[in-house]
């Protein structure tokens, strides 16, 4: 097919759709811009457009201030060492599991860490044991399970796992772990530990210090306000020469950002968003307060809320045996959920789920939460008299 102007018509500027719904989708609501940052994303959107101010280090840039934001702001605010911006949390925990680990060796991941965990540990040709949880209805990783994995990793390899890791929260169940325990567990082998915290980094307080955290990884476009892809990795002084080693070729450039990593428009809406981000994490005993003022208006609809009870974060998974009940004779099916929702300008839950989904009420403030429950009400009762 040629690239004929009738072939080109599709291209172009693309409205997005929806517009201007009640958002509860979990990957999306800790990553709304701030009206800051989507200015900074016209004012930055040329391609390479920081690199005019760059003498051969991304992260030292004076002016935009990305060398305050990335070597003093940041660390501050994740309480770590050394901090670096990279292009996602993906790309922070393959960077600490390529350069921590040597092909083959043994890594132990929590069983419900994120897709990209397993994925990261696959590219960095790293083995991968797995920690179990408590399975329902809380699904709570075993501390203790860290002890047991690490030492069958001893007694079947004859040495420790390079890594372990654990995710804060779990992207399914908005599971908060006893992280402290686990980093205590883990450096009693010396066995260095990195948190996973792309649901939480930017939410709420994290504090990588007192959470005996090596490695500390966050993802911009998910709970910092900012247009990705981005994300950051804040690292213990002790790896630090480790992770960011420098090339031998070129001695400015570290080889696990590839020498630079973020060079343009994401970083600068990462900045931009920082203030209103920091300020956020401190309402944060708002926020689970308002998740669990929804989940137990749910619960009175006999839509219950599986994970940790009473929950401590926004993102909650629930099981609507409602809502499975009233799709066997809807109209659209499994689809009736979306649609209803869609019709009450509410968007998130997943098309097609009725009976297990998950959401977030990040942000999404009390009114419109009580407007989202109250509608979940009408849409059972709708059903229920047809
Ligand atoms: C979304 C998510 C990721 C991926 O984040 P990116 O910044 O897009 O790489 C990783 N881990 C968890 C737990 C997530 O929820």
Known sequence: MALDDAALQKFGFIPREPKDAINIDPLQTGGILTEEARRALLEWGDGYSVCDFCGGVLDLIK???IENFVHSALPEFLNTDVVRVTHGARESKFAVMHSMAKEGDYIVLDKLAHYSSFVAAQRARLNVRTVPHSEAPEYMTYVEGYAIAIEEV???TGKAPALAQVTYPDGN???LADVKRISDICHSYDVPLMVNGAYSVGKMPVDAKAMGADFIVGSGHKSM??????????VKEDYADIVFG???THPTKEIELLGCSVRGAPIMTMIASF???VRRTRNWYNEVADARWFSSRLADLGI???GEMPHN??????EAPVFYEISQTAKKGRYFLYRELKEKNIHGIKSGLTKYFKLSTYQVGRDNLKYVADSFEEIIEKHRIA
């Open 63 to 65: 002016k935009p201030p």
């Open 154 to 156: 001893i007694r079947d």
């Open 173 to 175: 169940y908005g599971n």
């Open 225 to 234: 306000a900012s247009s990705g892809p981005i994300g950051v990795l804040g």
């Open 246 to 248: 420098k090339s031998p």
């Open 275 to 277: 203030p209103h981000v």
């Open 304 to 306: 219950v809320q599986k």
């Open 313 to 318: 974060h926004d993102l909650m998974f629930f």
